[in-house]
């Protein structure tokens, strides 16, 4: 619970969070920074469960157990997407979006 | 935790031993010897598979976190048996292609990780472990993808498949972050009670639905679907259109029927819609379809159309149809990848116009590939036929008459693309068909199980009604 | 009394097809050829007999025939509904028996030579046989549908033996055109039995036709258009007896029949199967008569008088001798036809009834007998033209004596047949309506003056040089002849309102001195101008036809009828309904139903870039199926 | 085993027994075999048939029924009456006499028998059926077939012809899907189990809004197979690419299916809606015959020509059966059985032309009667029986059917009624237009020497014509035997 912060505040944060990763999923030509864009959904994702579980629901910690676990496979899964990232790049030595359209129709 | 309780997770803890024995035989077993990997490797999973049909209790674990009972022991069931036949289809292609690359066990355990993912997934008893074993059973999965390490196409079906899947798992989880705000908790057995039909409450499904949507493959959340099964090896393809798919069923149908059963007002409608699109567009999409695992892809995604006719229903009946066209729909697409694989193991050919004249040097083959490809398109007495009118009757029976309508006419659009398999195979001829050639025992075996599910599901009514007795465990 | 015996004479001729037909490429010509003839022998005796065992050992009840049927249920179509078989024995089937199986009798003998190294000999005697066989079963049906069982399988083998040299083109177009035009009239003759069927309970002919049942006395009770259904149906069944009898408008098959081998002609389409439509009417005459007190029957009086009047002219006209003979033909039967329309009921009203009946009867005899003369003449001359003729009667006397008698009978010359019954159907007439009196009068004095032109042209007129000289034809053609020369002379001597009148009850006619003495008047003027104008080659033909001009053209070329009907059928049901069919069948209906798949296919084609490779598309997708799958219910659903 | 399971089990039989075979010669002995032996089972059926409805008043008998689906109350259950009798004998004479005119078949003959017994087994299923699932299961057996056996064998367009087939004819049961359900789902309306039964759902009240909604359904999704106008597209082309036997089958027997379906499933279970919407199927119908007969006027195909009739003849099947009486029903039965007897002996004799003078184009042909003689007068006699000449199958039937059409007595029933008759003509002007061109007139010298008719074509000839002459001469047994087994469905149609 932060002082004059209210939940409404945080969530519209998070709510933005969320949509400037969608956005940024749609327009970055980059591989890689579509991953961050990723990054930012499962980040709002997080905030949200944690200030849900703050100041909506105190006696319990599973939203804020929730958002420890995102964390981490979100990494596992960063990971998993660099280095299939990384196997593309060795083939194709791009890491652009637009390589990445031979599989289509 | 007591021995009683590892016997409560039995599926998933022999799966485990099984995962630490395959890595303990890859440090172990010398490198010439390491195709014995594969015998090992299925010889373990057909005891896994067996031992799985042992009766087990209704018991919950992790205080609820975890909960199995005969129905979700069955939905198990059900999977291992498909990854068992998928892993005697796949030996041949394990054994020349991957051992000899030394990665013959990794393609195992990743494997059988996702499908402990899809245990966990399954027997979730709050959102928490449903998370985790969504993402255990696709992030492998994904890796599997990009499995061809020398192939670009494998690599980018790769590439889509993680970015897709992490989209999907974002957004589904914030749409879980909502459910959370508006019930207060993500225990199943909670939030059932303190669901309602708010705003919130709708926005937030449809976020998570949409997450579960991508995973079977729903319209409008199907397009990675098609580059992502074309790309893939095709046991990697198999697995996903197969197992993947069956297991986000499952655990949407008991979603659906217990923590949604409050927002069912809306989510019949949304499904509505959404069936009607995804077999359409499953459906249309295939019809020019050459690539043999692109066209299965479209063809899987009009099949999962027709899942969502028995969800719709909400029905017990509907329950017990989906689960039971969930068993037939696995071992009629298995038929189809396995004869797909067969040929393409031995030729390396995945198009069309290659199959032509088939029948005449492989009779049987084409024989399995006939069978398979009728029970998809609803053709008895392949099994298929049960499923779907099942189906019908679970929809037609809650007056969606109109909606099944569509759904038989979209079945007619259907045979039309799998005649023409069968067009290619049988009909026309070719001055230089694919040659006679002989399957390993293991792709027989594989083939002769998928053949004698699809006549026995069908014409013996016992399993439906065993299916339909246990489906009652979801209310 | 039994009579079911009867059944085997329609049945032998039948037992005879089945013989020859089914080991036609076994059983030797001559063989074959004995076997109808022996086998018709049978039928003609049976006949005989029966007709014995009939008029003279039956007793009459109130001095009235009895009728006497024999019959079996064949099949049922509704609780009281049903066809019968059976036999129906009374003076005009006994009548009709005698006159098939001796015409057939003697056709069979007359083929025996005419169709001699004909190579489809045997079949051609099974056709015979087939042919009798449904003659005879339609004459002693017991019921109408019986009857149009029968009526159909006469067509049939109608077409067959129209159809024999069916490596002409000329015969298979006029077997062709035979079937349907007298199908066509079928038609209307099935509908009208159907209705019967329904608004009476019953096809039998014993329950129909009695003057005091129900049906009769009660024709009223449903009208349709102002007219009673039953009048309309006798009107439907009329018009298909017109269609076998070749009545105008629906003649235009008989001239084109004589493509068929002549003993053929002479006997389906002279002497019994056109007269079927003769006898269907006198069959059902007590409706005809009863019911809305005659309606239906002036049109048959009508009809049949324009038929007679149309033929006779048209055959003045032509040179084919057996067209001659078959307008001939045409214009007979429409004489008859009158005959009955003109007829009343009881005792002597009932003239025109017996009279018709009796000229049926002795056409038949004299009407065979130049068909088979002319046959004899064709097969000596090998062609039917008139004009390759001439002065035969060097060469063919019996032949040509023949052919004179039965002229003589036509032409109504006492003491020839044809003036008897003749003579009794003018005073039917006479009686009945003054204009078609002098219709028949008409048409009496054309028959002579076409007649004899016919017989003079052949036998007498200019020399003809032949390229093989013709000779008599052999005794097996010849004694058919003879037999039938000599029952054109005696047959008007039968007393036959002693046995065939229309209510069953004989009565005595006398000759109507005055009124006879008008029509062979008339008849010998006709050959009178016949003989001035052909028995030696003048110039008055010529000078006549250019008199009549166009008339003459018309007349020639049949009134056009063959091209109007030609018109309908080719240009119109062919081009405008059937043409147009099989292209709305291929371009609209068939198109439609492709289109649907074609049509998919290209949505498929279409929506291809859809699928575009590129994942932030799918992706877009995917959060637009979100967002607006949330709106939809959240903003339209929730509530 | 009872004696109606053995209809099923026997063809099963045959085909486990094939697949054992090598080559034409063990192949076509098999199907001969196992053909025979349904025959003869046929026959003994009609005897035993007999003798049981002496004792047995029930509206089916030989019942038997096993519960399969017991959630649903689907159960595997059979009985037979006259009809499905009449029809199972139709079935049994086809197929063996498909087989003896497949005798020749050179290119994979076992696949091709084994299709063949395939689609004959669904149709023996369909016929004893009283269960609606497991009859909607034979029907589709049925069907299915028809796509490789045109397009493996037949001729010409023969993978488009088979896919239009397939799937119209697949469309058609799609719709007649939704019907069964909807029947199936209004079977508790009497408060009831809901049932697939027949003769159950017979006894029960569907509500007449859902009468209304699921007649045309099912109506239409069986009266496709039977070429109703205008649903009637593939039969041509189906018919045209397909070869002999398989044309022989599927228009002699399969095209049953709709009348026969229609009969028991669509007027039986539901006769208000049949009575609602008669008025126009009775159209459609009517449009039809006449339709069928004037296409088939102009065509050029041997196989067109008699497709298009069939179209006609059947078209004439659902009329009368719209008809709702017990003549025209009757007549309907009949017609369906003269019209596979019929059209299987044109589609025989058809096959045998074409394969000695590799043209079906009429105008082409010429003077047949001179060099195959006999072919060519069994043709003759089949056109006179197509155009219902008395003494032939066709007559009966359609004399049964025009008079039970004529007992409505209003003007639209009238007109219609008339139409339908007037067809009678056409198809007598289609029939000699045939038999002038291709049999008569002179022989054409590419046609000189075509070699004999050989015992097994002429064994196939004989099977079929052998019963289109005796239901013409002899109706009275059938039709009786027939119009017993209408009575409890028209009594129905009355309540």
Redesign the interface.
């Known amino acids: 619970m932060i002082l004059g912060v209210s939940i409404y505040e945080i969530l519209s944060l998070t709510t933005i969070l969320f949509f400037i990763g969608i956005y940024g999923f749609f327009t970055r030509k980059n591989l890689i920074s579509v991953l961050m864009s990723i990054e930012l959904i499962l980040n709002a994702t997080v905030i949200n469960f944690v200030v849900i579980n703050k100041y909506m629901f105190p006696e319990k910690l599973e939203g804020a157990i929730f958002g420890i676990f995102i964390i981490a496979v979100a990494a596992a899964e960063t990971a998993l997407a660099i280095a299939i990232i990384i196997n593309l790049y060795r083939q194709i030595t791009s890491v652009e979006v637009d390589d990445t359209t031979t599989l289509k129709y | 935790m007591s021995f009683s309780s590892l016997l409560i997770m039995r599926h998933e803890m022999l799966l485990l031993v099984l995962i630490l024995l395959l890595i303990a035989g890859e440090i172990f077993i010398p490198k010439h010897k390491k195709s014995s990997l594969v015998h090992l490797a299925i010889f373990l999973f057909g005891i896994h598979t067996a031992v799985g049909f042992l009766p087990a209790d209704t018991e919950t674990l992790f205080g609820g976190s975890f909960r199995t009972n005969d129905m979700i022991h069955l939905f198990k069931n059900i999977l291992n048996v498909g990854v068992l036949i998928l892993l005697l289809q796949s030996a041949d292609w394990i054994t020349d292609k991957l051992i000899g690359a030394e990665k013959g066990t990794e393609f195992f355990i990743l494997l059988f990780s996702s499908l402990l993912g899809m245990y966990f997934m399954i027997s979730a008893g709050d959102f928490l472990m449903f998370y985790i074993g969504l993402e255990l059973s696709t992030l492998p999965v994904a890796a599997l993808v990009a499995f061809d390490a020398g192939k670009r196409k494998s690599s980018e079906a790769g590439v889509k498949m993680i970015l897709s899947a992490a989209l999907a798992s974002g957004i589904s989880l914030f749409g879980i972050s909502l459910l959370y705000a508006a019930t207060g908790s993500i225990y199943f057995d909670v939030m059932a009670i303190s669901m309602t039909s708010s705003s919130l409450s709708i926005l937030g499904f449809v976020l998570f639905f949409a997450g579960l949507g991508f995973k079977i493959s729903l319209a409008p959340f199907h397009f990675w679907t098609a580059d992502v099964y074309e790309g893939a090896p095709i046991p990697v393809a198999s697995f996903l259109s197969v197992i993947s798919k069956g297991a986000a069923v499952f655990i949407l149908l008991i979603l659906m029927f217990t923590v949604m059963r409050p927002l069912i007002d809306a989510w019949q409608n949304m499904l509505y819609a959404i069936a009607i699109l995804t077999m359409t567009i499953g459906n249309i999409f295939a019809l020019r379809q050459k690539n043999m695992k692109r066209f299965l892809a479209y063809s899987s995604i009009a099949q999962a159309g027709f899942i969502l006719l028995g969800l719709i229903a909400g029905t017990q009946?509907g329950a017990?149809s989906i689960i039971y066209f969930v068993l037939i729909y696995i071992f009629s697409n298995l038929a189809v990848f396995g004869v797909v694989q067969a040929i393409s193991n031995k030729t390396g050919l995945e198009h069309m116009d290659d199959y032509n004249g088939f029948y005449?040097t492989n009779p049987m083959l084409s024989l399995i590939m006939l069978l398979g490809l009728?029970s998809l398109a609803g053709?008895?007495?392949a099994a298929g036929?049960f499923g779907k009118?099942?189906l019908?009757?679970a929809a037609?029976?809650e007056g969606y008459?109109l909606l099944?309508?569509l759904a038989?006419?979209n079945?007619?659009i259907s045979?039309?693309y799998y005649?023409i398999v069968?067009?290619a195979m049988?009909?026309?001829t070719n001055d230089h068909p694919i040659p006679y050639f002989k399957n390993s025992l293991y792709m027989r075996l594989g083939l002769a199980l998928t053949v004698i599910g699809i006549l026995a599901i069908g014409m013996y009514?016992p399993i439906?009604?065993y299916i339909?007795s246990i489906s009652s465990l979801l209310n | 009394m039994n009579f079911s015996y009867t059944i085997l004479i329609p049945l032998i001729p039948f037992v005879v097809f089945l013989i020859l037909g089914l080991n036609h490429k076994r059983i030797k010509p001559a063989v074959s050829g004995y076997i109808g003839v022996f086998g018709l022998m049978a039928s003609a005796f049976l006949s005989y007999f029966t007709a014995y065992k009939y008029f003279f050992t039956v007793p009459k009840i109130d001095g009235i025939y009895q009728q006497i049927t024999h019959k079996t249920?064949?099949?049922?179509?509704?609780d009281t509904?049903h066809?019968d078989m059976g036999v129906l024995i009374d003076p005009i089937s006994i009548m009709m028996l005698i006159v098939v199986t001796t015409i057939s009798l003697l056709v069979h003998i007359y083929s025996r030579g005419y169709m001699k190294g004909d190579p489809g000999y045997t079949k051609f005697f099974a056709f015979l046989g087939l042919f009798t066989f449904s003659m005879l079963g339609l004459v002693l049906a017991t019921n109408l549908?019986q009857i149009?069982?029968?009526w159909?399988?006469v067509g049939?083998s109608s077409?067959l033996l129209i159809?024999y040299y069916?490596?002409k083109?000329s015969?298979?177009?006029a077997?062709?055109k035979a079937?349907?035009v007298t199908?066509?009239a079928d038609?209307f003759f099935?509908?009208g039995i159907?209705?019967i069927?329904?608004y009476t309970g019953t096809f039998d002919f014993e329950t129909l036709n009695d003057p005091t049942g129900e049906v009769i006395t009660n024709w009223a009770s449903t009208s349709f258009m102002g007219l009673s259904v039953l009048t309309w149906a006798l009107i439907l069944i009329f018009i298909g007896g017109a269609g076998k009898s070749a009545m105008f408008p629906l003649h235009i098959w008989l001239p084109d029949a004589m493509e068929g081998p002549t003993p053929v002609s002479a006997l389906i389409h002279a002497a019994t199967m056109v007269v079927a439509g003769v006898y269907l009417v006198a069959r059902l005459f007590p409706m005809y008569y009863f019911i809305e007190d005659g309606f239906a029957l002036n049109i048959v009086a009508y009809v049949g008088g324009f038929s007679s009047l149309f033929a006779a002219i048209i055959a003045i006209t032509q040179k084919d001798i057996k067209r001659v003979l078959a307008f001939s033909t045409m214009s007979q039967i429409g004489y008859m036809m009158m005959a009955l329309g003109v007829s009343g009921y009881d005792g002597h009203e009932g003239v025109g009834y017996m009279a018709s009946m009796f000229h049926l009867f002795t056409h038949s005899m004299f009407k065979a007998l130049l068909f088979l003369g002319a046959g004899s003449v064709i097969h000596a001359v090998h062609s039917n033209m008139m004009g390759d003729m001439g002065n035969l009667k060097k060469y063919m006397p019996i032949t040509n004596i023949t052919f004179l008698i039965a002229a003589f009978a036509i032409a109504g010359v006492p003491p020839f047949a044809g003036f008897w019954s003749k003579d009794e159907i003018l005073v039917a007439a006479f009686e009945y309506s003054k204009p078609l009196y002098a219709v028949g009068l008409i048409v009496a004095g054309l028959t002579a003056f076409y007649m004899f032109r016919l017989y003079f042209s052949i036998f007498h007129g200019k020399k003809t040089a032949y390229k093989h000289t013709p000779h008599e034809a052999p005794a097996s053609m010849t004694f058919p002849l003879l037999f039938l020369a000599v029952m054109s002379v005696v047959a008007g001597f039968i007393p036959f309102s002693n046995f065939v009148t229309a209510n069953k009850e004989p009565f005595e006619a006398h000759l109507n001195y005055p009124l006879a003495a008008i029509a062979v008047a008339t008849g010998l003027i006709g050959i009178i101008l016949a003989y001035v104008f052909y028995k030696n080659p003048t110039e008055y033909p010529a000078k006549c036809r250019k008199a009549f001009g166009s008339f003459y053209k018309w007349a020639y070329a049949k009134f056009y009828m063959d091209e109007l009907y030609f018109f309908v059928t080719r240009k119109i049901i062919?081009n405008c309904?059937?043409?147009p069919?099989?292209w709305f069948?291929k371009n609209v209906?068939?198109a439609f139903?492709?289109g649907i798949?074609s049509g998919t296919l290209k949505a498929s084609e279409k929506t291809k870039k859809m699928q575009s490779g590129y994942f932030q598309d799918y992706a877009m997708a995917f959060v637009g199926g979100v967002v607006v799958i949330s709106i939809v219910l959240i903003y339209i659903f929730k509530n | 085993m009872d004696i109606l399971s053995l209809f099923v089990v026997v063809p099963v039989i045959t085909i486990l027994a094939l697949f054992l075979a090598k080559g034409l010669k063990q192949s076509r002995i098999v199907a001969m075999a196992g053909s025979l032996v349904q025959l003869a089972m046929a026959f003994h059926l009609v005897y035993a048939y007999v003798k049981e409805r002496a004792i047995n008043d029930d509206i089916m008998v030989f019942m038997r029924d096993v519960v399969?689906?017991?959630?649903?109350n689907?159960h595997y259950a059979i009985g037979v009456d006259g009809i499905s009798v009449a029809l199972i004998t139709l079935t049994a004479i086809v197929v063996l006499a498909g087989v003896f005119i497949s005798w020749m078949m050179e290119d994979?003959p076992k696949e091709f028998f084994v299709s063949l017994i395939v689609l004959a087994t669904g149709v023996y299923g369909f016929f004893i059926s009283i269960d609606l699932?497991t009859m909607f299961?034979?029907y589709?057996?049925a069907v299915?077939p028809m796509?490789?056996l045109i397009?493996?064998w037949g001729t010409g367009p023969?993978?488009h012809a088979?896919?239009?087939l397939?799937?119209?004819l697949?469309?058609a049961s799609?719709?007649l899907?939704?019907g069964i359900?909807?029947i199936?789902?209004n079977s508790n309306a009497d408060g009831g189990p809901l049932t697939f039964n027949i003769l159950e759902i017979a006894q029960v009240n569907i509500p007449f809004a859902a009468q209304q909604?699921f007649f045309p359904l099912t109506f239409i999704g069986f009266a496709v197979l039977g070429a109703l106008f205008?649903?009637?597209?593939?039969s041509p082309?189906g018919h045209a690419s397909a070869p002999t036997a398989v044309s022989m089958l599927h228009a002699g027997v399969l095209m049953k299916l709709g009348g026969y379906g229609v009969f028991r499933v669509a007027m039986f279970l539901l006769p208000e809606g049949a009575m609602d919407w008669s008025w126009f199927f009775i159209i459609l119908s009517a449009t039809g015959v006449i339709?069928g007969a004037?296409?088939a006027?102009?065509?050029t195909d041997l196989k067109y020509i008699n497709a298009y009739s069939s179209v006609s003849h059947l078209g004439m099947v659902l009329f009368a059966l719209l008809m709702l009486n017990?003549?025209a029903w009757t007549g309907a039965i009949l017609q369906s059985l003269s019209h596979g007897f019929m059209t299987a002996l044109f589609f025989a004799l058809i096959g045998m032309i074409y394969g000695r003078t590799k043209t079906r184009d009429i105008y082409k042909l010429g003077?047949l009667?001179?060099v195959i003689p006999f072919i060519s007068v069994v043709y003759v006699i089949a056109g006179?029986a197509s155009?219902?000449?008395?003494?032939f199958s066709g007559?009966?039937a359609e004399?049964?059917i025009?008079?039970?059409a004529?007992?409505h007595t209003d003007m639209f029933h009238r007109v219609a009624t008339?139409v339908s008759?007037?067809a009678?003509?056409v198809t007598?002007?289609y029939i000699?237009?045939v038999i002038?061109l291709m049999?008569?007139?002179?022989?054409k010298s590419e046609f000189k020497d075509l070699p004999k008719v050989r015992w097994y074509e002429v064994t196939g000839i004989l099977l079929l014509l052998i019963p289109i002459t005796a239901l013409g001469v002899a109706?009275?047994w059938i039709?009786?035997l027939i119009?017993e087994s209408i009575k409890p469905f028209i009594q129905g149609v009355i309540q």
Request: aromatic residues 20%.
């Open positions: 009946l017990s005449r009728f053709i008895p007495p036929f009118f099942f019908y009757t037609a029976s008459y099944v309508f038989v006419v079945v007619t045979l039309y005649l069968l067009r049988f009909i026309r009514s439906y009604e339909h | 249920v064949w099949m049922n179509f509704t509904l066809i549908f149009y069982i029968f159909e399988l049939v077409f159809g069916y490596t083109p015969a298979i177009i077997a062709k079937f349907i199908r066509f038609l099935l509908i159907i209705t069927g329904f062919f309904v059937s043409q069919i099989a069948d209906i068939d139903m492709e798949g | 399969w689906y017991e959630d649903f689907i994979l699932f299961v034979f589709e057996i299915i796509y490789l397009g493996i023969k993978e088979a896919m239009k397939t799937l119209m697949m469309g799609a719709v899907l939704v359900l909807g199936y789902l909604l205008p649903f009637h597209t593939w082309d339709y004037l296409g006027v102009r065509q017990k003549t003077g009667l001179k006179m155009l219902g000449l008395p003494g007559f009966t004399m049964n025009f008079v039970g004529f007992q008339i008759i007037s009678i003509v007598a002007v000699l237009r002038g049999l008569m007139g002179p022989v109706p009275l039709s009786d119009m």
